[in-house]
């Protein structure tokens, strides 16, 4: 093991930095391109629009080192990855759907990629749920952007379900996650069922994103279910 470090920047709604783990010979910086979410924003952080929040994310990621990489972490995804209901940032409320990124992050990541050299894999963010409204299914959690760029959704809801045991002893974790909720008449449950969205990265690049159901009982934990999102030898269409 070197002493490659993850560390988190966030670039406006925290003021310090934190080395979180190590991860191989590999050096990231995570960015947290946090929007306009709070009210009093403008007074707190300094940010009174869309384009200081874009000049904000910017300026933050021009820190990088340049033997870096940039994984951004925000609490929504970029414009411009859709406006189909099930798009990984698609309007799902409203018949005819719409695209509900944030311009202010898209236009960041746009403006680093013609201004520097700086290298960004990953973007991840959440909010938007995969569970569709009005029962219309799932949204798309994964898309590629221009040069490659990975855009990752993780607002997998609920993330920890009841593992739900049947009449016959067995795990009915399949019906829980197809219906979003345990049937009412079975009322036994046994642990937790946990979703983790999983990204492993080597040297720099993304080799593997997989939605990951953890069984959790007592002491005891294992994988139950794996649904590979990203493999390095996979095609991705936007």
């Not at 924003?41 to 384009?51: A, C, Q, T, V």
């Not at 593997?208 to 990203?230: C, M, N, P, Y």
């Amino acid at each position: 093991m070197t002493d490659g470090r993850v560390k988190v920047k966030p670039h406006g709604f925290l003021y310090h930095e934190s080395e979180i783990l190590k991860y191989g010979s590999m050096l990231l910086f995570v960015f947290a391109a946090l929007q306009l979410i709070e009210m009093d924003s403008p007074f707190r952080y300094g940010i009174h629009d869309m384009e200081a929040s874009t000049k904000r994310i910017y300026e933050t990621a021009l820190e990088t080192p340049e033997d870096h990489v940039i994984v951004f972490l925000a609490h929504n995804g970029p414009t411009g990855l859709g406006s189909n209901m099930n798009d990984i940032c698609g309007v799902d409320w409203i018949y005819g759907g719409g695209d509900h990124g944030d311009p202010d992050l898209a236009q960041a990541i746009s403006h680093l990629k013609e201004t520097t050299q700086s290298a960004i894999p990953l973007v991840v963010f959440g909010h938007m749920h995969k569970e569709l409204a009005h029962g219309n299914g799932h949204r798309k959690m994964i898309a590629v952007g221009e040069d490659n760029t990975i855009y990752l959704n993780g607002a997998i809801v609920p993330r920890v379900v009841k593992n739900v045991i049947n009449e016959q002893g067995t795990s009915m974790f399949n019906t829980i996650i197809t219906n979003s909720e345990a049937p009412p008449s079975i009322p036994e449950s046994e642990g937790t069922i946990r979703a983790f969205t999983v990204v492993e990265i080597q040297d720099g690049r993304l080799d593997k994103i997989a939605e990951t159901w953890v069984s959790v009982i007592g002491d005891d934990t294992r994988v139950v279910q794996e649904h590979i999102l990203f493999k390095s030898s996979m095609e991705l269409s936007s």
